[in-house]
């Protein structure tokens, strides 16, 4: 247990470079992979400065341990992209709640904001749930909330499928939607086709706003709502 009362998990293993590689000899490679055999650590490093590269421990369990010549920089900038690529195909399994309001009395406009929000969030590969709560004794109209579920359910067909149908938990109802892949490509095609109409025209293009602004949108928004029920 660490200080903190809890396991702090196993060390951070640090990749040497060049005069941080301790260990020697190394067995080498060179830039393509090829096998230089075993060579002192002194000169596998002299070897790669001489090809304006570094040396890198690649394998330091094994005895001896295996180093690579390469561009250090550029593998690291490698590995980065290829974790945020990473990142971003996880987060693309991700569900995002947007709420209909603090009640079923929401504005038809606040609705379209909603359907547009969720419509980017689909198109970008997020499952999107959509809850409407019931304000007081709204409950008894459960047909107005309903209404207003279908609405954005309706206004999203072109891109989506109802993955879960209207489900309750105490004053508020939610339906989950998917992406529909065909339907998006399908749209991604439409989207592609008319900006380069408008291009074509000489019509500006608006940039759209990014997934991490639209998020950083949704929370105030929800904020807003949770602050709004405080009032009460």
Not at 78 to 105: I, N, P
Not at 124 to 152: C, P, S, Y
Not at 190 to 212: C, F, N, P, Q, T
């Amino acid at each position: 247990m660490s200080r903190f009362g809890r396991d702090s998990g196993p060390p951070v293993q640090r990749t040497r470079v060049n005069l941080l590689i301790r260990i020697t000899p190394v067995r080498l490679l060179g830039p393509e992979n090829e096998q230089l055999g075993v060579v002192e650590t002194s000169d596998a490093i002299r070897m790669a400065q001489e090809k304006g590269l570094d040396l890198v421990e690649i394998v330091p369990d094994q005895r001896p341990p295996v180093c690579k010549m390469m561009d250090y920089g550029k593998y690291k900038y490698e590995l980065s992209q290829k974790a945020r690529k990473q990142r971003a195909s996880s987060k693309s399994t991700e569900m995002k709640e947007l709420r209909l309001g603090r009640s079923v009395k929401i504005d038809t406009h606040d609705i379209k904001v909603r359907v547009d929000q969720a419509r980017r969030f689909m198109m970008a590969g997020h499952k999107v749930m959509f809850t409407q709560r019931f304000k007081g004794r709204e409950i008894a109209h459960k047909d107005l909330g309903l209404q207003n579920l279908a609405d954005v359910r309706d206004a999203l067909a072109d891109i989506s499928k109802v993955e879960q149908t209207p489900r309750w938990m105490g004053k508020q109802a939610s339906i989950i939607l998917a992406p529909d892949k065909p339907k998006i490509e399908a749209a991604k095609r439409k989207l592609d086709k008319e900006k380069a109409e408008k291009l074509a025209r000489g019509e500006k293009v608006e940039a759209e706003k990014s997934i991490e602004e639209l998020e950083k949108e949704l929370d105030a928004q929800n904020a807003q709502e949770e602050g709004d029920d405080g009032e009460d």
